[in-house]
């Protein structure tokens, strides 16, 4: 069982049909570092880059690391 998921986190993965058991606790940490308001700007990044015809999916995964 991995971690929990905070709150916002928590709200931020369901909003995407993402199961909590797919997590690691690698990813749990990370999305729990993140503040309401930074996941807020995270989905906006989201999509942007998903409304981009001109990127592959291995390029979008790119332009956020």
């Known amino acids: 069982?991995?971690?929990p998921l905070n709150k916002d986190a928590k709200d931020h993965i369901e909003k995407r049909h993402i199961p909590e058991s797919k997590?690691?606790?690698a990813?749990?940490?990370a999305l729990n570092?993140?503040?309401k308001d930074e996941l807020?700007?995270?989905?906006?990044?989201?999509?942007a880059l998903m409304k981009d015809g001109q990127l592959?999916?291995?390029e979008k995964i790119s332009a956020v690391h």
């Open 23 to 25: 997590l690691t606790d």
């Open 40 to 47: 807020k700007r995270v989905d906006e990044l989201g999509d």
């Open 1 to 3: 069982m991995t971690k």
């Open 27 to 29: 990813v749990v940490d």
């Open 33 to 35: 570092a993140f503040s």
């Open 56 to 58: 592959d999916p291995n």
